[in-house]
């Protein structure tokens, strides 16, 4: 079976950036999951799926525009220390969470500056090329319950 939209695709992959530094991969024996075409992964990787079958595997490199975008200065903002955990000597580099409308936020400190502190909402592989090396370990038609979860 190809790959093709509402496909239930399952990948074993390594994800390196420009410098060969690994930043993520599947565990051994659990492949990723996912519904194809419900953007549930970044584009780049899609298109380089689409109409592949299981057993496929091969390596290649999505741009930030394809990948996490790039950096947006909106996403660079300044809110008041008092937001952040008391208890917590917050530096710049040091990551938090933040829960928003549409589930967890992730963000990086980027300075901190008495009272204030700016922090950036990007994703952190945003402005990156990503390597991958993946293999497309099964491909079906997605349940009912997939499909309902997107």
Same mark, same amino acid.
């Given at each position: ?13 390594? /994800?390196?950036? @420009? ?25 780049? /990787? ?41 208890? =917590? ?9 933040? +829960? ?16 204030? =502190?700016?922090? @950036? %909402?990007?994703?952190? /592989?945003?402005?990156?090329? /990503?390597?991958?090396?993946?293999? =497309?370990?099964? =491909?079906?038609?997605?349940? +009912?319950?997939? %499909?309902?979860?997107?």
């Amino acid at each position: 079976m190809k790959i093709k939209e509402k496909s239930f695709v399952s990948i074993d992959y390594s /994800l390196k950036l @420009d410098s060969g530094e690994e930043v993520d991969k599947s565990p051994p024996g659990k492949p990723l999951g996912f519904v194809f075409s419900a953007g549930q992964v970044i584009p780049g /990787l899609e298109k380089e799926l689409a109409g592949k079958e299981q057993g496929w595997s091969t390596q290649f490199t999505v741009e930030a525009e394809d990948g996490y975008g790039q950096p947006r200065n909106d996403l660079v903002r300044q809110i008041p220390r008092e937001r952040l955990p008391s208890d =917590v000597d917050v530096k710049p580099g040091m990551a938090f969470q933040a +829960e928003g409308p549409e589930g967890t936020i992730p963000f990086m400190v980027k300075a901190v500056d008495g009272d204030s =502190v700016t922090i @950036d %909402l990007n994703h952190p /592989l945003c402005g990156e090329r /990503l390597h991958f090396d993946i293999k =497309v370990v099964e =491909v079906r038609d997605a349940t +009912e319950e997939e %499909l309902a979860a997107i």
